[in-house]
């Protein structure tokens, strides 16, 4: 079966822009949660999203905000983008949310 | 903020040996989760145990859990050059859906 799949793989903005990030989870899995992975602060959750809700979320600034589709498809966007928001961003499904998940391959976003 | 703590920060051994790396973490879980990421790729995930289990078995992976200590242990037995990653935990708390990672270990397998 298809894994978890991230688009773009790599992206490169500018100070202050925007960025949408895309997840395509396992089919038939309906938790979707996201990860951001800097060498300083190691992997930390963003939040996660279970049958279009949102069910948990990080201590990150209203800058990062997400949302899930119907078909489980999910985007997360981050606002105003700062140099520190340099890093992989990292999407994950589960069917529920309480087994193990499956990662995608991440989407390195680099500000500069 | 991180959940647990791993020990070694990094493991270099030989084809063959057998690699051990210690997770410590903070408070009562639900489960406890291993994975593994070969250069700043996606995770991959190993093995999940549960709070009321002790060990559990993978192939060549074994984890334990000491709910007591609030520690785990993953056990990599005849390692080859391909498990040459970094491995994380995770643990999951009461009924969240979220993992909280540790800092990793950094394990290399040479020839």
């Known amino acids: 079966k298809a894994g978890v799949t991230q688009t773009p793989r790599y992206l490169i903005k500018t100070r202050g822009q925007q960025v949408t990030l895309s997840c395509s989870p396992i089919?038939?899995?309906?938790?979707v949660s996201w990860y951001q992975q800097t060498p300083g602060q190691g992997l930390q959750f963003l939040f996660e999203?279970?049958?279009?809700?949102?069910?948990n979320k990080g201590n990150f600034p209203g800058r990062f905000s997400g949302r899930q589709f119907s078909n489980s498809r999910s985007e997360m966007n981050v606002s105003t983008l700062e140099l520190g928001d340099s890093a992989l961003y990292l999407c994950?499904?589960?069917?529920?949310?309480?087994?193990?998940?499956?990662f995608g391959s991440g989407t390195r976003l680099t500000v500069v | 903020s991180q959940q647990g703590e791993e020990d070694p920060q990094a493991l270099s051994i030989q084809e063959g040996e057998n690699a051990t790396m210690n997770c410590s973490y903070k408070?009562?879980?639900?489960?406890l989760q291993w994975y593994r990421q070969n250069s700043g790729r996606g995770l991959v995930h190993l093995i999940l145990?549960?709070?009321?289990?002790r060990e559990k078995h993978s192939g060549r992976l074994r984890v334990t859990l000491d709910t007591s200590k609030k520690s785990s242990s993953l056990l990599i037995t005849a390692s080859r050059a391909a498990d040459t990653a970094s491995y994380f935990c995770?643990?999951?708390?009461?009924?969240?859906?979220?993992?909280?990672f540790g800092t990793g270990t950094r394990l290399q397998v040479t020839l």
């Open positions: 999203y279970f049958s279009e809700t949102q069910r």
């Open positions: 145990i549960r709070s009321n289990e």
């Open positions: 994950a499904s589960s069917f529920s949310g309480n087994d193990g998940y499956t």
């Open positions: 408070t009562s879980i639900n489960n």
């Open positions: 995770a643990t999951a708390t009461g009924t969240a859906s979220k993992l909280t």
């Open positions: 089919s038939g899995h309906r938790s």
